[in-house]
Structures are given as structure tokens and as C-alpha cells.
């Protein structure tokens, strides 16, 4: 993930939340759940930022959804802390990014429902 994508990602991520008349914070990591780029718009939770940050960072570094983790803890009757990492988190709205069958970064957005999260996340990376 380098910065020009991660921006392009981020602004598309802005601008269908701007189009719905809706306020979040979108995070982009590369494939080690490092931050690359960061916003949090007007008026939106301080919050809903650092979830944002460790959406995204959960995603790339476990390689899949934070919406299929968290299922799978609900499921196995683990807790996040499983992993012994505070960052990790079972909250949909985190998804990897794959080019060429590989992950190479993550988004998460917070500040809506789940569910929104979940759907502007895949929407703004396809």
C-alpha cells in the first residue's frame, strides 16, 4: 500500500459519506496494519477515529474482515483478547485490501452503524 492509493482509497471513502450526508473516520494501513493515512470528518466522534485506526489494523494484520473475527469469536465463545493485542477488534467496518491474490493493507471506517461501516468499507475500495 503506498501513499497515492491510500489517499485514493481515503478520498473515495470521504466522498460517498459526504454523498449520504453522513460524518465518519476512515483509516488506511498497509499489509502490517501501519498507518498510511488518516481523516476523521467534521463532527464526527473523536472516537469513531482511533476505532477507525484499529479496524483497519486488525484486518490486514489477521488478513480477513473485523466482521468475520468478530463472528468467529462469537462463534468459539473468545474474547478479543485472545490475541493479546488491545488493538484488535470483532466491530465490522475493517477489510483487507488484496491486489494480486495478496493483502497489501487494510480500511476501516467508524462512525455509523456496523452494518453502514461494513458497507461503505467495501464500497469505497472496489
Not at 450526508?21 to 498510511?36: M, P, T, Y
Request: with cysteine.
Amino acid at each position: 500500500m503506498n501513499l497515492q492509493l491510500a489517499q485514493a482509497y481515503l478520498n473515495q471513502a470521504l466522498t460517498l459519506a459526504a454523498a449520504r450526508g453522513k460524518k465518519i473516520a476512515v483509516a488506511l494501513v498497509d499489509d502490517h496494519g501501519e498507518l498510511v493515512t488518516y481523516a476523521r470528518m467534521d463532527d464526527c466522534p473523536f472516537h469513531a477515529g482511533l476505532l477507525a485506526q484499529n479496524k483497519a489494523y486488525t484486518a490486514a494484520r489477521d488478513r480477513q474482515s473485523t466482521a468475520s473475527l468478530g463472528a468467529w469469536a462469537k462463534a468459539t465463545g473468545k474474547d478479543m483478547g485472545y490475541w493479546s493485542d488491545p488493538k484488535f477488534t470483532g466491530i465490522q467496518g475493517g477489510l483487507p485490501i488484496l491486489a494480486a491474490g495478496r493483502v497489501i493493507g487494510a480500511i476501516g471506517i467508524s462512525g455509523l452503524s456496523e452494518t453502514e461501516d461494513g458497507e461503505l468499507a467495501e464500497l469505497a475500495i472496489t
